[in-house]
């Protein structure tokens, strides 16, 4: 018991402070692929239901491609995929080798997969508001912005918020999937951990508590934000 807080503490040679920094990494990877999606998650609904013909094809191509792929076979082809492309156009240009960062790319890939999902979320909420209700704002002059962004926006929010919850707890999860790129996330510092201590299991069952407790954390604060949003609605 002892050698286990030792190693799991932030002094005398314990990984804590490289947990805590991983688990810093798996939050900003997240928090950035989760807005990402929800932007490409709204403008891929918003052209499915507006858009003209080619624009909903190219919507309904990208939402077909990125649920049918594995994720970490997208994570994998966009990240040598994409170092080799970067490192091809560079190398035209006369300049030397660059680098590809696994957080940017975690962040692009997991935000391109869960736009795909959140786009589908986002159609359904829009097509719940009554279509009166934009009728209404348009019979008291307001622009078509306006009127998305101060009619059906609150409207279509707390009908989204619960399939976005569900998404964002996937994503948390879907985060480990970057240790294959050697990013510094959560799981890749387990990893790490275990092998020079060979103490597989002490490290994954905490990294299990981790994921836990960031999963709990933030159904509370979703929880209330659901609550929050529907409070001018009627009680069921």
């Known amino acids: 018991m002892n050698q286990a807080i030792q190693l799991l503490g932030f002094e005398n040679g314990g990984w804590g402070n490289a947990l805590w920094q991983g688990t810093l990494v ?44 594995p994720e970490l076979l997208l994570i994998l082809l966009f990240f040598y995929g994409g170092s080799s492309l970067i490192n091809a156009v560079f190398d ?9 960062a696994g957080l940017p790319v975690a962040i692009a890939v997991l935000g391109l997969v869960q736009g795909a999902y959140a786009s589908e979320i986002f159609r359904g909420s829009i097509l719940a508001v009554h ?22 926006l609150p409207i279509m929010a707390p009908y989204a918020l619960a399939g976005l919850s569900n ?6 999860k879907d985060s480990a999937l970057i240790s294959v790129i050697g990013t510094n996330e959560l799981l890749y510092v387990a990893k790490q951990a275990g092998g020079s201590t060979r103490e ?37």
């Open 26 to 69: 798996t939050l900003e990877i997240s928090i950035g692929a989760f807005f990402v999606g929800m932007l490409l998650g709204l403008l891929t609904a918003l052209a499915k239901l507006h858009g003209n013909p080619f624009i909903q094809s190219i919507a309904k191509g990208y939402t077909t491609v990125c649920r049918a792929v």
């Open 92 to 100: 035209y240009l006369g300049y030397g080798y660059v680098e590809v």
């Open 131 to 152: 279509s009166g209700q934009a009728e209404a704002g348009a019979a008291y002059g307001m622009s078509p912005r306006k009127i998305f962004f101060r009619v059906t």
């Open 167 to 172: 998404l964002w707890v996937n994503l948390i």
């Open 200 to 236: 597989y299991l002490l490290f994954f069952v905490a990294v299990a508590v981790i994921y836990y407790l960031i999963t709990l954390i933030s159904s509370y604060m979703l929880r209330k934000l659901e609550i929050y949003l529907r409070r001018w609605q009627p009680p069921h």
